[in-house]
């Protein structure tokens, strides 16, 4: 189908900016997007992670058929959040990656939106808008290229993301946000 | 074309009905077995599994097993050759077909360990849950 070229083209070939990667929050770096995991989803036909990318990192609703005017979904674009928006960010995911080890070359961002998009099977569209339950928050990966180069068109590439529960002490950050990553950087 | 993970990508149809599969990303570093394309939520249980639940209810309904490429380079990698991704992503369908069979065999065959996840997870979350269902 032309659709998922252009949904998935769509995707991958965004370089998302984001703030802060590093001690300075505020600085501005860009991101691929992950390519062949991307295309493995959708070959999967596992919808839901790129519905999720496309309005929480991209901040879009995915570009499928009627998107923006199916009932449900309007404003469609209200409430959607950015890579750029995040509030807080970690380094280390203190799990093995490839050939990191205990994942330190990899950096969360984490983001509170307020609504997002999940795959429905409907003839209308088959992107439908939801309001994001309390206590949950969405955290974006990226591995970093090594060696770092500042000064490149990218610093990495976002792998995946997922939403994870908040801390009841301090909802704004992910439960056991103290054990599951290494540093926070801002 | 078929790409080096596998998949047939210039024929994928997002319209497709999903069936349960095992999918490994190599980005990621990780297989992700799932039950239902739905919001989920991710509980991290270790650096190893981490517990896919549904997002309404949060019923577990898959999971995630992390670092295999990590693991083959620790112990598979042979310095000698030079294709090491390529002998790697030949294994993954391996580890796709096992982690497959796995997720069916908790969640479809009596569906008892799900219960029992849940059940746990709920007397982790205070949640009052006084009787398993019958098929527990």
Same mark, same amino acid.
């Given at each position: 189908?032309? =659709?998922?070229?252009?949904v998935l083209l769509g995707? @991958?070939?965004?370089?998302l900016?984001?703030r802060?990667?590093?001690?300075?929050?505020?600085?501005?770096?860009?991101?691929r =997007?992950?390519?062949?995991?991307a295309?493995k989803?959708a070959?999967?036909?596992?919808?839901?992670?790129?519905w999720?990318?496309?309005?929480?990192?991209?901040?879009?609703?995915?570009?499928?058929?009627?998107?923006?005017?199916?009932g449900l979904?309007?404003?469609?674009?209200?409430?959607?959040?950015?890579?750029?928006e995040?509030? #807080?960010c970690f380094?280390?995911?203190?799990? #093995?990656?490839?050939e990191?080890?205990?994942?330190?070359?990899?950096?969360?961002y984490?983001?509170?939106?307020?609504?997002?998009y999940g795959?429905a099977?409907?003839?209308v569209? @088959?992107?439908?808008?939801?309001a @994001?339950p309390?206590?949950l928050?969405?955290a974006?990966?990226?591995?970093?290229?090594?060696?770092?180069?500042?000064?490149?068109? @990218?610093?990495?590439?976002v792998?995946?993301?997922g939403?994870?529960?908040?801390?009841?002490?301090?909802?704004?950050l992910?439960e056991?946000h103290?054990?599951?990553?290494?540093?926070?950087?801002? | 074309?078929?790409?080096?993970m596998g998949? +047939?990508?210039?024929?994928t149809?997002?319209?497709g009905?999903?069936f +349960?599969v095992?999918v490994?990303?190599?980005d990621?570093?990780?297989?992700e077995?799932?039950?239902?394309?739905? +919001?989920?939520v991710?509980?991290?249980?270790?650096? $190893?599994?981490?517990?896919?639940l549904?997002?309404e209810?949060?019923? +577990?309904?898959?999971?995630?097993?992390?670092? $295999? *490429?990590? $693991?083959?380079l620790?112990?598979f990698?042979?310095?000698?050759?030079?294709d090491?991704?390529?002998?790697f992503l030949?294994? !993954?369908? !391996?580890?796709? *077909?096992?982690?497959?069979?796995?997720?069916?065999?908790?969640?479809?065959?009596?569906?008892?360990?799900?219960?029992?996840?849940?059940y746990?997870?709920? *007397?982790?979350?205070?949640?009052?849950?006084?009787?398993?269902p019958?098929a527990?």
């Amino acid at each position: 189908m032309e =659709m998922v070229g252009y949904v998935l083209l769509g995707l @991958t070939s965004r370089l998302l900016l984001s703030r802060g990667l590093l001690l300075i929050r505020g600085t501005i770096c860009r991101f691929r =997007m992950s390519r062949e995991d991307a295309m493995k989803a959708a070959a999967a036909h596992r919808r839901q992670p790129i519905w999720e990318i496309w309005s929480i990192v991209l901040g879009e609703p995915p570009p499928v058929p009627n998107v923006r005017t199916w009932g449900l979904n309007v404003p469609a674009e209200e409430g959607l959040i950015a890579l750029v928006e995040a509030h #807080a960010c970690f380094r280390g995911i203190c799990r #093995a990656l490839a050939e990191d080890d205990n994942g330190e070359n990899v950096v969360a961002y984490i983001l509170k939106p307020r609504f997002f998009y999940g795959y429905a099977a409907n003839l209308v569209s @088959t992107a439908v808008k939801h309001a @994001t339950p309390e206590g949950l928050l969405f955290a974006a990966y990226a591995r970093l290229d090594i060696p770092w180069d500042a000064q490149g068109a @990218t610093v990495g590439v976002v792998t995946h993301g997922g939403f994870v529960e908040s801390d009841p002490a301090n909802p704004l950050l992910p439960e056991d946000h103290a054990s599951r990553y290494t540093e926070r950087l801002w | 074309m078929e790409d080096k993970m596998g998949g +047939p990508t210039n024929k994928t149809d997002l319209s497709g009905r999903y069936f +349960p599969v095992a999918v490994y990303y190599e980005d990621a570093d990780m297989v992700e077995y799932v039950r239902q394309d739905v +919001p989920c939520v991710n509980r991290r249980i270790d650096d $190893f599994l981490t517990l896919t639940l549904k997002m309404e209810g949060r019923e +577990p309904i898959g999971f995630k097993l992390k670092g $295999f *490429k990590n $693991f083959y380079l620790h112990y598979f990698k042979d310095d000698g050759q030079r294709d090491d991704r390529d002998r790697f992503l030949a294994l !993954v369908n !391996v580890i796709e *077909k096992a982690t497959k069979l796995l997720g069916n065999k908790i969640f479809e065959e009596g569906r008892k360990a799900a219960y029992e996840q849940a059940y746990k997870i709920a *007397k982790e979350d205070n949640a009052e849950l006084h009787e398993l269902p019958s098929a527990a």
